[in-house]
């Protein structure tokens, strides 16, 4: 094992935490547990990730071994990274092949390979016939460059692929015609929808989050769900108040279900609208290109940020579309222009 392997061993496990450095190597599964049991964990990191790169050394762990462990760390800690979603097309009347997870491994490695001298995939099989690709890009002068790979995760026998956010804009096209050659489509296309949490992404695409994030029972009766909310009711408050509040739980619930939201951290709005007015003058009336602004809004969680407003007081119920709608749309990017 060379220097230039061992620095990469060396960075990878500083990154990950002690308190899951056991869980992560044994998930690596490249050191065997007599070799685990030899080291001593309770040392100083430096000491620590010492004796692990000499086992690794012993064991002549190559670039793909690294870079699976890399993988594995990645996973632990995927909303570290930006996912963008990717989705995929077939020509019309097109037949749906079976699909064949080594085929689609050998033929996305040699797209690549063949259109660039230098790059390194590394994949990793995971729940739910999906696969963790790690891409490693070069030049055709210069070698992969470890330390900024491309994270993919790719769901067989679907049209979508979550690609993590790189500075390497220009390695996209190419990988996208490796994802949408090697798993039998068409064409390929960047939704307008990204976040840090990968699970959430994809429990919205694949429209599974109602059971995903299900934790309420479905048949209590509406008067006794909760939306999560600790709203105290004045024992004073007048009928038709009363009446008010259970209609906007109600309209709530129809619109954002009776379980918790997926996690969203935010949702983008580009306008470029003329100015509108009944009064047909001032300089903004006479302007004849559309005014343009970003609108903005961010929360740790959005969607049970805009699930609670209504109730909380502080919007009418229901809300807008644009902002309840982003779950059915797929997306949070939107562009708002005039009809």
């Given at each position: 094992?060379?220097?230039?392997?061992?620095?990469?061993?060396k960075?990878?496990?500083?990154?990950?935490?002690?308190?899951?450095?056991?869980?992560?190597?044994k998930?690596?599964?490249?050191?065997?547990?007599?070799?685990?049991?030899s080291?001593?964990?309770?040392k100083?990191?430096?000491s620590?990730?010492?004796d692990?790169?000499?086992?690794?050394?012993e064991?002549?762990?190559?670039?793909?071994d690294?870079?699976?462990l890399d993988i594995?760390?990645?996973?632990f800690?995927?909303?570290q990274?930006?996912?963008?979603?990717?989705?995929?097309t077939?020509?019309?009347?097109?037949d749906i092949?079976?699909?064949?997870?080594?085929?689609?491994?050998?033929s996305?490695?040699?797209?690549?390979?063949r259109a660039?001298?230098?790059v390194s995939?590394?994949?990793?099989?995971?729940?739910?016939n999906?696969v963790w690709?790690?891409?490693?890009w070069?030049?055709?002068?210069?070698?992969?460059n470890?330390?900024?790979?491309?994270y993919?995760?790719y769901?067989s026998?679907?049209?979508?692929?979550?690609i993590?956010s790189?500075?390497?804009?220009?390695?996209i096209p190419?990988?996208?015609?490796?994802?949408t050659?090697?798993?039998?489509?068409?064409?390929?296309?960047?939704?307008?929808?990204?976040?840090r949490?990968?699970?959430?992404?994809?429990?919205?695409?694949?429209?599974?989050?109602?059971?995903?994030?299900?934790?309420?029972?479905?048949?209590t009766?509406?008067?006794?769900?909760?939306?999560?909310?600790?709203?105290?009711?004045?024992?004073?408050i007048?009928?038709?108040?009363r009446?008010?509040?259970?209609?906007v739980?109600?309209?709530t619930?129809?619109?954002?279900g009776?379980?918790?939201?997926?996690r969203?951290?935010?949702?983008?709005y580009?306008?470029e609208?003329?100015?509108?007015?009944?009064?047909?003058?001032g300089?903004?009336?006479?302007?004849?290109?559309?005014?343009?602004c970003?609108v903005?809004?961010?929360?740790?969680?959005?969607?049970?940020?805009?699930?609670s407003?209504?109730?909380?007081?502080?919007?009418?119920?229901p809300?807008?579309?644009?902002?309840t709608?982003?779950p059915?749309?797929?997306?949070?990017?939107?562009k708002?222009k005039?009809k």
């Amino acid at each position: 094992m060379d220097e230039i392997v061992a620095e990469f061993f060396k960075r990878t496990i500083l990154k990950i935490p002690m308190t899951e450095m056991m869980t992560i190597l044994k998930a690596w599964d490249f050191l065997s547990e007599n070799q685990l049991q030899s080291i001593n964990f309770r040392k100083r990191k430096e000491s620590l990730v010492h004796d692990l790169v000499l086992l690794c050394e012993e064991k002549n762990a190559s670039v793909s071994d690294a870079a699976l462990l890399d993988i594995i760390y990645t996973q632990f800690h995927r909303h570290q990274k930006v996912w963008d979603v990717f989705q995929m097309t077939k020509e019309p009347g097109e037949d749906i092949d079976l699909f064949d997870m080594k085929q689609f491994k050998t033929s996305f490695k040699k797209i690549l390979q063949r259109a660039l001298k230098n790059v390194s995939v590394t994949f990793r099989d995971a729940e739910e016939n999906a696969v963790w690709i790690r891409i490693a890009w070069g030049t055709q002068y210069k070698k992969p460059n470890q330390y900024k790979p491309t994270y993919v995760v790719y769901y067989s026998q679907t049209p979508y692929a979550f690609i993590s956010s790189s500075q390497l804009r220009s390695s996209i096209p190419l990988l996208g015609q490796a994802l949408t050659i090697a798993s039998k489509h068409h064409q390929i296309v960047k939704m307008d929808f990204r976040s840090r949490y990968l699970d959430s992404l994809k429990a919205i695409v694949f429209k599974q989050y109602n059971q995903t994030f299900e934790t309420h029972n479905a048949t209590t009766p509406l008067q006794e769900r909760s939306l999560g909310l600790d709203i105290n009711m004045d024992s004073r408050i007048i009928h038709e108040n009363r009446i008010e509040k259970d209609r906007v739980q109600r309209v709530t619930q129809e619109i954002f279900g009776d379980y918790p939201q997926p996690r969203l951290e935010f949702a983008q709005y580009k306008l470029e609208t003329k100015f509108k007015s009944d009064l047909n003058r001032g300089i903004l009336a006479e302007r004849k290109e559309p005014l343009r602004c970003l609108v903005k809004f961010s929360s740790p969680n959005l969607l049970e940020a805009l699930k609670s407003l209504a109730p909380a007081g502080i919007a009418d119920a229901p809300l807008s579309p644009l902002l309840t709608c982003i779950p059915q749309k797929r997306m949070n990017y939107f562009k708002i222009k005039d009809k």
